[in-house]
């Protein structure tokens, strides 16, 4: 899980900026993310974590922070990997 949080942060960095950002950083919160940034995550998260993301899926607490997104990661990959 230390790559999938290493990749999202260098993703978020990208686009925020030289701030640092810790994995429990709320980034609704904290203004980092408006609607387009939130699409661009949603679309990293499908092609670059290779993980799919449905409509019931896209709901604000998968993508509030670094550490959310990782648990979200995880959870998609154990069901497909269940299934």
């Known amino acids: 899980m230390d790559a999938t949080k290493s990749a999202i942060r260098e993703f978020i960095n990208k686009h925020i900026g030289s701030r640092e950002i810790a994995d429990d950083d709320d980034l609704f919160v904290s203004g980092y993310v408006n609607s387009l940034f939130v699409m661009q995550l949603v679309m990293f998260v499908e092609s670059t974590l290779a993980t799919p993301v449905a409509d019931e899926d896209l709901h ?9 997104i990782a648990d979200f990661v995880a959870r998609k990959a154990a069901r497909t990997m269940v299934a």
């Open 60 to 68: 604000m607490d998968n993508f509030r922070s670094v550490h959310a």
